[in-house]
């Protein structure tokens, strides 16, 4: 290799890691735009100044009642809700999609998200639960169904090919047991059944964000680790295979991880649909092949889910709208724009 | 050797011909089937008299008359027309996941309907027909457009990709509505499981033109299909207008598309499997696939409604229900035991 | 929604911090709970069930957070709702900055005992009574023992029932009513069928799941009571193919009222008309789950009364 070709490689790989960053600082100062906005803005009229005093109260002291409540108890919850949510949402998805070599084949594709709706429908409408069993209803559904097309799709070794087909017949049963439960019920019921397979940041509590800032907290270390044996894994299951990688256990982890981030999402917010199908392809557009996108998915993910949210509730004057019949609109428009504007090869894996 | 080859060529065509008999039996078998069967048991001979010498006072000559000759009908359409537009659209895009339900048609269809609904209190099925085809037609135009604008025009991954964030915007638009509006949610919770019941003869009317073309289409865009099968690239090589050829068969498949959800509402299996079955059956190349595809979709489909009447006496589990129940085993087994080739 | 009731311990605190001296008010709600405040509530937010039950008897809440847009709500249709802020206009969706700027001291909506959970859902629960304590009457299994159960509530709020329009509204409910039990007394030997009509099938109505049908029933009306059915268990309608629609032979047939286009659904039926009573066109409206006070439900009998006395009671046996 000569001097000016090793010159040339490492000015494009300098100019790859400059793009990455530029990408990365760019969803970040969106992000606290985002934020900012969902802090102050709401029917609540509270100045931009007492909400800084408002949040700094438990350190100072200066409190008022019920402003405080609204900052401290509605707003900060549901912005860190979002940003939570939506990140898992978003990282889950990309990893669907990379393992599985399809963009298609996020979550909310392949049957995983429908193995929640279902069981939180069956529990809503079958068994007349509300609220926190729902929940644990729909995690329990979430993992059951992500082990069942895990195990039926296994036959000496998974491939991705039959993973997204099996996922897809699944999810095909899973929506007619939906939509039978719908046909059986009262009307009300069914509304709460949509209401909750819609999604929604509405009722946010301090309680949700902390549950879900500990699972990212134990599963982001993972994930690091896990990816490092994505490289084998890209290049096709024959040729991972052949390289020796650890295929499967790195598959089976990298799984793991995400029905876990899907699970706990859903659990806490309902299953918002498509942040997991769409923030991985926006994230591989903004990069541009400029690296594998993993923390701009995350970031793509929270960022659709926030805006979402605030489009959600304030979009509509008199209306407020749960997040997720927002956040399909939003994230995909924005992916449809994306598609429009690239000159790029539309390869997303 | 040659000889042996073209011996073998010829064998392997002879015997998916004698398959594609033996499916056209079946289907004769399951429509005679689906006259005969129903949630209120009537016997063979008053249905035969009730085709051949109809007594307008008798109950079970007008639910022959009035029910099942129309649902059968429909039935058939739908499947033939499903089959069709889920195998056309798998091969346009290359991909095995796609399929009315992820390229925006069938919720282009459910928009317009619930729209139609909600907006102008519509509720007669026969207007649905309409509304479900222009949403279909509109959504696909409306995906083709976004996917073929761009440099390299129309690559099926841009397909999927408009198709899926296509299906995510109308399906929140769809909620909205549906969340805000109890009424039109009652009216078309219904609706959008999918269902052969109530369809009349007018409706069969209605589509069968349209089925008929898209069908011929259909079937006449195999070769375009099969280059399309070697990749953008080997087909532009070999001569063939990569763009004009996903135009002309995505056009194919929007007609059947939109035509199947009209008369039976959103279906999603039966075009996402049988052109996988079908596949697994005859190999690669669409001028056996398509009409593998063709007959085993309606098999599937008024099999599934047959079951559908009698599993629930004295009611009736809707089609798209129990094809995803019947299906689904099916399909997972299908993928666990064959080795799926590839698209 | 994980979790979420261990936050549920710090609710009402808000609410019950601006003590004035005045009288405590007490009641006891549908879900067998106590609820005491110091004084008697005079900001409350209420569900469209419970604003529907109590805005005719002179309570006038300060906000409503219903299901649909109100003017789709067909329980709030025909109240005078000026002035009243409407919080919520979706399923499970409320507010919260709003309701919070509405200074509420008390939240009714109504306990549904199968669901654990209070009108508006667990989520709308939860937000709502972070600000105000949250009580109200059980949805029953008697529509007339609900209005009964608001009446007990409002006059506690401070209404007056003896108020000139109030009594007006009950009297004629009480005339209606006398009405229809005489129309049914002339009428031995008639059934009802409560059904609703879809195009996939005929939905057949289990009496027991709905208060107003079992209102009916106590009154005397004979409602046929589908097979294979378990309101208890979460089975409210037998769905019957429309080739099985003389299923249930009745000489009336109740048709949900909710949406308007039911009816015309099933008209569209080629056999319909299999059913002697719609061939002879006794149908009549069946308001179905939504009456929470005695003005519509006064219409409603008097309709029905009407139907009845037009209907011939023979033509099933």
């Known amino acids: 290799m000569t001097l000016v070709q090793a010159t040339t490689i490492a000015a494009a790989r300098r100019a790859r890691q400059n793009h990455a960053t530029r990408v990365t600082l760019g969803l970040l100062a969106a992000l606290l735009v985002a934020a900012i906005a969902a802090m102050l803005l709401g029917d609540f009229p509270v100045p931009p100044e007492t909400v800084l005093q408002s949040l700094f109260s438990p350190l100072t002291g200066i409190s008022n009642k019920g402003v405080d409540f609204i900052v401290l108890q509605v707003r900060l919850p549901r912005l860190i809700l979002a940003l939570l949510s939506g990140a898992a949402f978003g990282l889950c998805g990309i990893i669907f999609q990379t393992l599985l070599r399809n963009p298609l084949a996020s979550p909310d594709i392949i049957g995983i998200a429908h193995g929640a709706s279902a069981a939180a429908v069956f529990c809503i409408i079958v068994l007349g639960w509300g609220g926190l069993s729902v929940s644990l209803g729909a995690f329990a559904g979430a993992i059951l169904t992500a082990v069942a097309i895990y195990l039926l799709a296994w036959r000496n070794g998974v491939t991705a090919y039959r993973v997204v087909l099996i996922g897809i017949g699944a999810a095909a049963m899973l929506s007619a047991i939906i939509s039978y439960l719908f046909t059986r019920a009262r009307l009300n019921e069914v509304q709460q059944a949509m209401a909750w397979l819609v999604g929604s940041l509405n009722a946010a509590q301090p309680a949700d964000s902390i549950v879900l800032a500990i699972t990212m907290v134990v599963i982001l270390p993972m994930l690091f680790v896990l990816v490092r044996g994505l490289d084998g894994l890209e290049l096709g299951d024959d040729t991972a295979h052949a390289l020796g990688t650890h295929v499967e256990r790195t598959r089976l982890g990298l799984m793991l991880v995400a029905v876990a981030l899907a699970a706990f999402a859903t659990a806490a917010v309902g299953p918002v649909g498509f942040v997991a199908f769409v923030s991985g392809p926006i994230a591989r557009r903004l990069m541009g092949g400029a690296g594998r996108g993993f923390p701009q998915a995350a970031l793509v993910g929270a960022l659709v889910m926030l805006v979402s949210d605030l489009v959600a509730q304030h979009a509509l004057p008199g209306t407020q709208l749960p997040t997720g019949v927002v956040t399909g609109a939003f994230g995909a428009t924005f992916l449809l724009w994306l598609l429009v504007v690239s000159g790029r090869s539309g390869r997303v894996n | 050797m040659e000889a042996s080859v073209v011996e073998a060529r010829a064998s392997r065509a002879a015997a998916l011909g004698l398959g594609l008999v033996l499916l056209a039996v079946a289907l004769i078998t399951i429509i005679l089937l689906s006259m005969a069967t129903g949630a209120r048991a009537i016997p063979v001979d008053m249905v035969w008299s009730a085709l051949t010498a109809f007594d307008p006072n008798s109950t079970e000559h007008r639910i022959v008359w009035d029910l099942r000759l129309p649902r059968t009908l429909v039935g058939v359409l739908v499947g033939i027309a499903l089959g069709l537009s889920g195998a056309v659209l798998q091969g346009a895009t290359r991909n095995p996941l796609a399929d009315p339900s992820i390229l925006g048609i069938n919720s282009g269809a459910a928009l317009f309907v619930v729209l139609g609904v909600s907006v102008f209190g519509i509720t007669q099925l026969s207007l649905y027909v309409w509304l479900a085809f222009i949403g279909a037609g509109v959504a696909m135009l409306v995906v083709y457009s976004v996917a073929s604008l761009g440099r390299e025009g129309a690559t099926p991954i841009k397909l999927a990709l408009a198709g899926a964030a296509m299906t995510a915007i109308i399906l929140a638009v769809i909620n909205a509505i549906l969340l805000t509006s109890p009424r039109t949610l009652d009216e078309v919770r219904f609706w959008q499981v999918g269902s052969l019941a109530g369809r009349s003869m007018e409706i069969a009317l209605q589509v069968s033109p349209f089925i008929a073309i898209g069908a011929a289409l259909a079937l006449l865009s195999a070769r375009l299909l099969d280059g399309l099968s070697m990749g953008d690239d080997v087909a532009r090589a070999l001569g063939q207008r990569i763009g004009l050829s996903r135009a002309l068969a995505g056009l194919a498949a929007v007609i059947l598309a939109g035509a199947a959800v009209a008369a039976a509402g959103p279906i999603a299996f039966v075009g996402l499997t049988v052109p996988h079955v079908a596949r697994a059956i005859t190999g690669p190349g669409y001028r056996w696939i398509l009409p593998y595809s063709m007959l085993m979709a309606p098999i599937l489909l008024l099999g599934a409604d047959i079951i559908g009447r009698v599993i629930a006496p004295p009611g009736e589990v809707q089609v798209g229900i129990v094809t995803a129940f019947i299906g689904a085993p099916f399909f997972i087994a299908l993928v666990r035991r064959r080795k799926l080739a590839a698209l | ?317």
Request: net charge negative.
């Open chain 3, 1 to 317: 929604m994980l979790f979420r009731s261990i936050a549920l311990g710090s609710l009402a605190v808000l609410a019950l911090s601006g003590a004035a001296h005045a009288e405590p008010w007490t009641y006891t709600d549908g879900s067998g709970q106590t609820v005491t405040l110091d004084a008697v509530p005079q900001r409350i937010i209420a569900s469209q069930d419970a604003a529907a039950g109590i805005i005719p008897l002179g309570i006038r809440p300060v906000g409503i957070y219903a299901d649909s847009p109100v003017d789709a709500a067909k329980a709030l249709e025909g109240l005078d709702l000026t002035g009243i802020e409407i919080i919520g206009q979706a399923w499970g969706e409320v507010d919260i900055e709003k309701a919070a700027a509405l200074e509420p001291d008390l939240v009714l909506a109504e306990w549904w005992d199968r669901n654990s959970t209070w009108s508006g859902g667990k989520d709308v629960v939860a937000t709502l009574s972070q600000l105000a304590p949250i009580t109200g009457v059980s949805a029953g299994d008697s529509i007339v023992g609900m209005i009964e159960d608001y009446e007990t509530l409002a006059q506690s709020l401070g209404a007056d029932l003896s108020a000139p329009a109030i009594a007006e509204n009950k009297a004629a409910f009480e005339t209606a009513l006398a009405d229809f039990k005489t129309a049914i007394e002339a009428k031995p030997g008639l059934t009802a069928l409560a059904v609703y009509a879809g195009d996939d099938a005929l939905y057949v109505a289990d009496p027991a799941g709905a208060a107003e049908l079992l209102d009916m029933q106590s009154w005397g009306l004979d409602i046929v009571k589908p097979e294979g059915v378990d309101a208890a268990g979460n089975n409210y309608f037998e769905t019957v193919s429309w080739e099985n629609a003389d299923r249930y032979p009745a000489d009336l047939i109740l048709v949900d009222n909710r949406a308007e286009s039911t009816l015309a659904t099933a008209l569209a039926q080629p056999t319909w008309t299999l059913m002697k009573a719609a061939e002879a066109g006794q149908v009549a409206e069946w308001p179905a789950f939504w009456l929470r006070n005695y003005k519509p439900y006064a219409g409603a009998l008097t309709d029905l009364t009407a139907a009845i006395n037009a209907a011939d009671p023979d033509l099933t046996p």
